[in-house]
């Protein structure tokens, strides 16, 4: 059946514009759906200010072309978001994207069409058309989590969210501002934006003390690019071979292969080092072992004693859940921010908050006057953006219905679920995804989702579906792996715990092998013919590959 579109992709993020790149490749005649008025996704929608990269720029790079990756030069070690963007749009022109790129628009609903095998799409604008293949690049990190306050529409001061920053620039000089949240997000508006040195008082509401470790950022030297751009083939070989798909991010040594002043050495010289080196290269078995976990919690502990003046400060910024269980972060100076006469510290635990008023938050032990509040609560993370979209499978079921909610979600190679023919997603549940370097992530996921679209293309294939027990044997598979780290013990994001509304999932929902166990596993599926799915063309009867 003659479609609109061989392929409509949700989204021109990262992810997008690769899948875009791959399939044009191919000849296949594909448009991009982007509801934003440019290409980056979340560097597009996601601007507050401090906000950078905590990959480092050496390989938060597209490296499939080796011209695209030497023709661009970054300025620090970690890019800021303002660049990131420019180079999102770097790629898009040098890959001549934008004219397969429709912007402002959003998709409402996919409804696979079974006695087609296809895809009806409907926009925001009421336009229907139909696809042979609809992929989803909507991003895992793109539906903000904004919590309702009592009271908070009394407030009559200034309300963002970190995830739906204002393009116009906001004024911070002399106000009293509340920043609510302490993830990622938050510590870099409090320490990187520049934020604390222009307002007359900062009010931190930290739900949960965070194990923060300093990012060292940098500006670059014309040497060090050089040496990169160089050696691109000596880079992206490591990058394959890594747990995290970026240099200097995997380790083979042992937290018990040491004395304890050993330890100390080899954790300082990692955080004087900065970057993922903490968390990724010091030992092995810190997320897999208790005791070695608590050697690393201990040194971060130290340090929070150390560099905080106010002990009792101190205590309230102390974690005491296990290290590296929820997202390890980077940030510079974040602890010494709290040695400021004009920040202040509130540990929600033991001071929750009660009401927002017209001006300002209540607590149980206090009141404090406010001009604006700061929310860097995070998102609905890895399914949030994917259930807001209407999409129907075979029978009409929703995606919501058969992951029950975010209950039970299974997606085999993280790519495509069960019930859902002909639909592929880009750094899905399951996948790598937000536990690796995203951009070479991406290029293993989309490119191999790319090849299995050619095949189909190519061979007059015309549905390709996962089949129910090979996206349980994944989903299995993906939980064995988060049941032998200690990443089960503690609650976090990754797991849907700051949805209050959210079910836990019966399976972890990213990919916790590594880049190069992931990459070996999609390059085996290739090799055994797309195992796992089942094929069928218009005239043959669908037929379980091996």
């Not at 009806?120 to 229907?128: A, P, Q, R, Y």
């Not at 116009?168 to 993830?183: L, M, N, P, S, Y």
């Not at 997320?287 to 050697?295: K, L, P």
């Amino acid at each position: 059946m003659k479609t609109d579109f061989d392929a409509i992709v949700v989204g021109a993020g990262f992810s997008g514009l690769y899948m875009l790149h791959r399939l044009r490749e191919q000849g296949l005649n594909v448009r991009v759906f982007e509801r934003g008025t440019a290409v980056g996704g979340t560097w597009y929608w996601n601007r507050y200010p401090g906000l950078q990269c905590d990959t480092e720029t050496i390989s938060y790079s597209f490296t499939f072309d080796a011209d695209l990756y030497r023709d661009w030069t970054w300025s620090r070690r970690f890019a800021p978001r303002e660049e990131i963007q420019r180079y999102a749009e770097y790629v898009t022109d040098r890959l001549d994207l934008r004219r397969d790129i429709q912007f402002q628009t959003s998709v409402t609903f996919a409804h696979f069409q079974e006695d087609t095998n296809t895809w009806k799409v409907g926009l925001d604008d009421g336009t229907e058309l139909t696809t042979r293949f609809f992929v989803t690049a909507s991003g895992p990190l793109s539906t903000a989590n904004v919590p309702q306050l009592p009271g908070m529409e009394n407030f009559e001061g200034e309300i963002y969210h970190t995830a739906t920053w204002p393009r116009e620039d906001v004024q911070f000089a002399g106000k009293r501002i509340a920043v609510i949240g302490t993830g990622s997000s938050g510590a870099q508006v409090i320490c990187n934006g520049g934020i604390a040195e222009q307002v007359g008082r900062m009010v931190v509401f930290q739900r949960t003390p965070q194990y923060i470790t300093p990012a060292k950022q940098m500006l670059l030297d014309e040497e060090t690019v050089r040496e990169r751009k160089d050696n691109l083939e000596a880079l992206v070989e490591e990058m394959k071979n890594s747990s995290f798909g970026a240099p200097g991010t995997s380790t083979d040594r042992s937290a018990f292969e040491h004395t304890p002043e050993q330890r100390d050495e080899v954790f300082q010289a990692a955080w004087e080092y900065g970057a993922q080196a903490f968390a990724l290269a010091t030992y092995n078995d810190l997320t897999s072992n208790e005791e070695a976990n608590g050697f690393a919690a201990d040194f971060v502990r130290r340090k929070i004693a150390e560099i905080v003046s106010d002990p009792e400060t101190a205590r309230k910024l102390m974690p005491n859940y296990l290290f590296g269980t929820k997202r390890p972060i980077k940030a510079d100076n974040y602890y010494e921010t709290f040695n400021r006469d004009n920040v202040d510290l509130v540990a929600l635990k033991e001071e929750p908050i009660q009401e927002v008023t017209a001006n300002g938050i209540r607590t149980s032990d206090g009141f404090y006057e406010l001009d604006m509040i700061i929310f860097a609560t995070g998102f609905d993370a890895v399914t949030g953006t994917l259930f807001n979209m209407d999409i129907r499978g075979v029978g009409g079921q929703t995606l919501q219905e058969k992951w029950l909610d975010g209950a039970e979600v299974m997606a085999h190679l993280g790519i495509a679920t069960h019930g859902f023919p002909n639909m592929f997603m880009c750094q899905g549940p399951q996948s790598p995804s937000v536990m690796a370097n995203f951009l070479f992530g991406i290029e293993l996921n989309v490119g191999w989702t790319a090849k299995l679209i050619g095949y189909l293309v190519a061979h007059g294939i015309e549905r390709a579906e996962a089949n129910a027990d090979a996206e349980f044997e994944w989903a299995d598979m993906v939980q064995k792996q988060a049941e032998a780290t200690l990443l089960l013990k503690t609650e976090s994001w990754w797991s849907g715990a700051n949805i209050a509304e959210k079910p836990r999932p019966k399976f972890f929902l990213t990919y916790l092998g590594g880049v190069k166990k992931y990459r070996e596993e999609l390059d085996a599926n290739e090799a055994n013919g797309f195992e796992g799915f089942t094929l069928s063309s218009a005239l043959e009867p669908a037929a379980a590959q091996a």
